[in-house]
């Protein structure tokens, strides 16, 4: 079945170190997207790529880096440098550009310790 | 003032109830986008349209462009249909996402 996987969907990280979350879509979607959401916000864009070895920042990228190697790949590494990493991640992707509806992976839910 | 309101934040009904929730927006935009999560945390696209009116099943979705204002419509509600609803509205090269509205259905 095509969609999009996260993994894990859990995820603990101690104070300081960083963490790599994982997005695969086999939709063969051009663009692919990192959200955050906090309880009673709406989603936060962090990282957008809409093409593969291109990616831009979204509203809070500080803290984040991405890297889009493969069409199907777009892993985000929550570095040290985030200062409030515990959240839910979302990934999505979409056909094309921003219009396009967007396709959601589970999340994951990140809890730094 | 958030570019996305949606109203109410939470919203409790009877199973067969029907239910509206809304969605305005300050900013121009091309399209909207109705979402539905799950409480496991899934995001489900449920609508998108930039005019009029689309219908599936018992969700009905509306937008007025001049009014910048949206509407999701449940018909004869059910338990399964609790979940947190999001409304996603798109501009050239941007989007933003209303803080949600939580419905619970009880049977």
């Known amino acids: 079945d095509g969609g999009i996987t996260q993994s894990p969907k859990y995820l603990f990280r101690k104070e300081g170190q960083n963490v790599t979350l994982s997005c695969e879509q086999n939709?063969?979607?051009?663009?692919m997207y990192w959200y955050r959401q906090d309880p009673g916000q709406g989603l936060r864009l962090i990282y957008y790529?809409?093409?593969?070895?291109?990616?831009q920042k979204g509203d809070i990228a500080e803290g984040y880096s991405v890297s889009r190697e493969k069409k199907e790949s777009f892993p985000l590494t929550v570095t040290s440098a985030q200062k409030n990493p515990t959240a839910f991640y979302l990934c999505?992707?979409?056909?094309?550009?921003?219009?396009?509806?967007?396709?959601f992976g589970p999340g994951t839910r990140l809890l730094v310790l | 003032k958030n570019e996305v309101e949606q109203s109410p934040q939470n919203l409790t009904a009877q199973e067969g109830e029907f239910i509206t929730i809304n969605c305005s927006y300050s900013?121009?935009?091309?399209?909207l986008h109705w979402l539905q999560q799950h409480p496991g945390g899934g995001i489900v696209s449920l609508f998108m349209?930039?005019?009029g009116k689309k219908k599936h099943g018992r969700l009905i979705a509306t937008i007025n462009i001049q009014e910048k204002h949206s509407s999701l419509h449940i018909t004869a509600s059910h338990p399964r249909d609790s979940a947190v609803y999001i409304c996603?509205?798109?501009?050239?090269?941007?989007?933003?996402f209303g803080a949600g509205t939580r419905l619970t259905v009880k049977p």
């Open positions: 349209l930039s005019s």
């Open positions: 999505a992707s979409s056909q094309l550009a921003v219009q396009e509806t967007q396709y």
């Open positions: 996603a509205v798109y501009s050239v090269a941007d989007m933003r």
């Open positions: 900013v121009g935009i091309s399209a």
């Open positions: 790529s809409q093409i593969v070895n291109d990616f």
């Open positions: 939709l063969n979607h051009d663009a």
